[in-house]
Structures are given as structure tokens and as C-alpha cells.
């Protein structure tokens, strides 16, 4: 607008005046337009009530209890109800199907409704980091589509450069992808954004996941072990300290610790560990199912 040219009498100033006034209006105004269709875009739902149901599952997840993630899953097919076009309750509800697999709370269809879900929230929610973040694990771990995941976590990253869980899921997108040493990255820059963050466990067990990865056992133990101080009932924490204890030598104590997991996840079983193993190096795989069987996990 400020290198256009602007020519006529000083007789004519109105008319100059409206030249000028059009110019900038037509300038300006699409760009208003586009950032109003973009403030649009961003408002999770025009329904208060599915927002707060959404917002009232967050601490449900939190909890990392068997009672808490079916109060999530409640909560968020509610707010599906209410809005079907809720991304962010789609995804979310996506990420706890996914995720309570991991922890032996599942549903038989589980795997298969939260992979559909996180492909909805892809086509659905491209400018929303955090309904991505949860998308991209879940097609991490349930889809296997570690590409897929890659390209979605590092948009969500793109658009909330600052988000401690934003990086959390990446680290972990990054391990279940064969990237050991980026995921650490991730995790500890997720705890220097948030060091008091709810899913610091989550971080702290990938951390040690990751470390298992490289076969660095002590220090897989000693992350492990504080990931379970912090979130006791993540069981991927103990399978960390399983695995590490294993290939440490540590056997009593390693078995000590299976002992432990069973008690928290009885449905638990190498069988569903098989099924479920997430990883793309399938070497470290089967490593890790065999530590657990040696561990004394049941078949």
C-alpha cells in the first residue's frame, strides 16, 4: 500500500481521499479476513459444555489409573457426542484407546478405533498442535506408520515450538521410530520448558527407554527407576527397570521387579507384548520381549 502512487488536483482532495481509503481497505482487508478464518479454525468447539468435558478428562489421564482412563474415555465420547467435529476430544480419545493398551486396559477394538480416530484428527485438525501431538503417537504406536508420525509430531512442533508435552510425544514418536538419541533431546528439553510438567513420568520413562535403545543399561536403570518415583503406575517404567536389571546381571532383582508389574497389570503377558511391540528396530524388539521372559513375565 505505501509504494502505490496517488495522483490528482488538490481540488479533488475527497476524491484523493477515497482512492487512498480503497487502496488500504482492499489491501488490508483480506489479510483480516484469513486471520479471522484462522482464529476460527483454532477454536476447539463452539459448544462450552464438550470443551469442559474435555478439559475435565485431562487430569483423568493423569491419574494413570485403570478408573481414571475410562473416565476419559467417558468423558470424551460425551463431548463426540455433543460435537462430533471436536478434534481435540477425538484425539484425545484416540491417545487413551492407544495408550491403554500399553497399560492392559483395553478394549478388543481398541487399536483398531484409535488408529481411524488419529487419521480423522490428521485430516481434520492440521493447525491445532496439540490434537496432533496426540495423533502422531498414536499412529507411532498403534498404526506403525512411523514416517506418518515423524512428519506429524515435527508439524506440531512447528506450531508450539514451546510445548513441553509437544516434545514429550516426540520423544517417544522418535524411540518407538529408532531414534534413540534425537528422543532423548526431546525429553530433556520437555523438562527444562516443564520440570514440574504431569507427564514428566512419561518423559523420564522414555528417557530410560531410550537408553535401552543405545544398551547403556546403567543409566536406563537409573532414568527408569525415576520415572516410576514419579508416576508409579506407568508400566512402561517397569518394563525399563526389568529389561535394564536383566542385562545388568541383576536377575534377583530383576525378577523382584516383574513381580511388581504383574501385581499392577495381572493381564499383562509376552503375548500382547508381541502384539503391541511398537518399535521399528525389531531387533531391540525382540531383545526387550525376551529380557521380560527372563524376568519371569508370563507367556
Not at 484409535?114 to 481434520?124: D, F, I, K, N, S
Request: charged share 25%.
Amino acid at each position: 500500500v505505501w509504494a502505490d502512487r496517488f495522483e490528482g488536483d488538490m481540488c479533488d482532495i475527497f476524491d484523493l481521499q477515497d482512492q487512498v481509503t480503497e487502496s488500504v481497505v482492499g489491501a488490508v482487508e483480506p489479510s483480516i479476513r484469513l486471520e479471522e478464518i484462522k482464529q476460527a479454525r483454532m477454536k476447539p468447539t463452539d459448544y462450552m459444555s464438550a470443551y469442559d468435558l474435555y478439559l475435565r478428562a485431562l487430569p483423568r489421564f493423569y491419574s494413570m489409573t485403570r478408573e481414571g482412563f475410562a473416565d476419559v474415555r467417558r468423558l470424551t465420547n460425551e463431548a463426540l457426542s455433543i460435537d462430533p467435529g471436536f478434534n481435540l476430544a477425538k484425539a484425545l480419545g484416540a491417545y487413551i484407546r492407544s495408550i491403554s493398551v500399553s497399560q492392559c486396559w483395553h478394549e478388543p477394538d481398541d487399536t483398531r478405533v484409535a488408529t481411524r480416530m488419529a487419521r480423522e484428527v490428521l485430516a481434520e485438525a492440521r493447525d491445532d498442535p496439540t490434537s496432533l501431538r496426540f495423533a502422531a503417537q498414536v499412529i507411532a504406536y498403534s498404526a506403525k506408520d512411523y514416517e506418518m508420525a515423524l512428519a506429524t509430531i515435527e508439524r506440531s512442533l512447528r506450531l508450539n515450538p514451546n510445548s513441553a508435552q509437544g516434545h514429550t510425544s516426540c520423544g517417544w514418536v522418535n524411540a518407538h521410530s529408532g531414534r534413540p538419541l534425537v528422543a532423548i533431546e526431546h525429553f530433556h528439553r520437555a523438562m527444562r520448558l516443564s520440570p514440574v510438567d504431569p507427564e514428566k513420568g512419561i518423559a523420564l520413562s522414555g528417557i530410560g527407554m531410550s537408553y535401552l535403545m543405545l544398551e547403556r543399561y546403567e543409566e536406563a536403570l537409573a532414568w527408569g527407576e525415576r520415572a516410576l518415583h514419579e508416576m508409579p503406575n506407568y508400566g512402561s517404567s517397569h518394563r525399563v527397570v526389568i529389561m535394564a536389571l536383566v542385562k545388568l546381571n541383576r536377575l534377583d532383582e530383576a525378577r523382584a521387579a516383574a513381580q511388581r508389574l504383574m501385581e499392577a497389570f495381572p493381564t499383562y503377558t509376552l503375548t500382547l507384548q508381541r502384539q503391541i511391540n511398537p518399535w521399528q528396530d525389531k531387533v531391540f524388539g525382540e531383545r526387550y520381549v525376551e529380557a521380560l521372559g527372563v524376568a519371569g513375565v508370563p507367556e
